[in-house]
């Protein structure tokens, strides 16, 4: 079906669930404008990345599912009074499907998942198995015939963020380079052992350089035992909300991290990440950009398994030693020209 781009008014982007997932769907923003500078582009997605979508410069207005006070016919509601002409489905479950399917929207565009294909008229065969996740989204647009003109990450910083980073840093008496340690993890099989995360602290502690111990929240007391493991002092800062985190992460050297938000952030300010990474794939899901780098415990014959919990006892984070990790940060610094 070709887009009638004369007869679309208002669009919808929907992307639920995960912050690191709803900023790499992000990159399609940019194109949409470009394909339609008149219309109303609206993001569509659950409390946790709201801040995401906030700060996208292409978005004019952010649509919340929160799933404790809308229940999904709530929603399918709500969606279908907007009166959109045009949504772009890059979720794919069967809830979003229903949600598009029932929108009234003249131009349905989604993914031929089994037994959802039903809810678009516009379909892309879903190749998130075998393309980076920001190109299954583009994938979505191409469908629509859509040129992509632009393939970056936005994640604009305000200047109150900047602001708050900088007078915590003064505040602080900071003036060594910071490294950033991001313990967190959605899933506890991609997660690294804190207790190597101290590890690894106390062996950059030959650089002159600070650690930074970040955390978001219920994961104060996570940093806290790292802190407490570490041979010198780290940095915890204050609770930040995602925009300041981000805003922190930028005036970092580097940023060694689990595959999770703040990763994705960091490497969407554009300081240089290095993904600790097991059971997801960083060909399908690690940093975005040329300036960052992976690790992983190789030879595994089960990396990328995708597992939520682990039948094996975990090889692919129990194993991967500090010393690996290590030699990995020093080539990331040599890639990017880090001294320290």
């Not at 700060?55 to 509601?77: A, K």
């Not at 992509?148 to 840093?169: C, G, K, N, W």
């Not at 650690?211 to 994961?219: F, Y």
């Not at 580097?254 to 990474?277: E, K, Y």
Request: contains cysteine; positive net charge.
């Amino acid at each position: 079906m070709n887009i009638d781009r004369s007869s679309v008014k208002r669009i919808l982007v929907l992307k639920l669930r995960a912050i690191g997932d709803v900023l790499l769907s992000t990159i399609v923003l940019r194109n949409i404008r470009i394909a339609f500078p008149d219309a109303r582009i609206e993001f569509l997605t659950e409390p946790p990345a709201i801040p995401v979508a906030k700060i996208q410069p292409d978005v004019d207005e952010v649509v919340v599912f929160n799933t404790q006070t809308t229940s999904g016919w709530g929603l399918i509601r709500d969606i279908r009074s907007r009166g959109y002409d045009l949504i772009f489905d890059l979720f794919g479950n069967p809830r979003s499907a229903l949600v598009t399917r029932l929108s009234e929207a003249k131009y349905r565009v989604g993914y031929r998942f089994r037994g959802r294909a039903y809810a678009y008229n516009i379909l892309t065969e879903p190749r998130g198995a075998t393309v980076h996740n920001t190109q299954f989204n583009l994938d979505a647009l191409e469908a629509a015939g859509i040129a992509i003109q632009d393939r970056s990450i936005y994640f604009p910083l305000a200047l109150e963020d900047e602001a708050y980073v900088e007078s915590f840093l003064k505040s602080e008496r900071i003036t060594l380079p910071l490294i950033a340690l991001g313990t967190s993890g959605s899933w506890y099989t991609k997660r690294w052992s804190l207790e190597r995360f101290a590890a690894l602290g106390e062996t950059l502690g030959k650089f002159k350089a600070r650690i930074l111990l970040i955390w978001g929240p219920g994961e104060r007391p996570d940093v806290d035992k790292v802190n407490a493991l570490m041979g010198r002092t780290a940095i915890i800062p204050p609770p930040t909300t995602l925009t300041q985190l981000g805003a922190l992460l930028k005036r970092c050297a580097f940023m060694v991290a689990n595959d999770s938000g703040p990763m994705h952030i960091c490497a969407a300010v554009g300081t240089p990440v290095l993904g600790i990474f097991g059971p997801t794939n960083p060909a399908l899901q690690g940093p975005y950009g040329q300036k960052h780098m992976v690790v992983r415990n190789e030879g595994l014959g089960c990396l990328g398994c995708n597992l939520t919990s682990c039948p094996i006892g975990h090889p692919c984070m129990h194993d991967l030693s500090v010393d690996m990790v290590f030699e990995a940060v020093k080539k990331l610094m040599r890639k990017n020209d880090i001294t320290l």
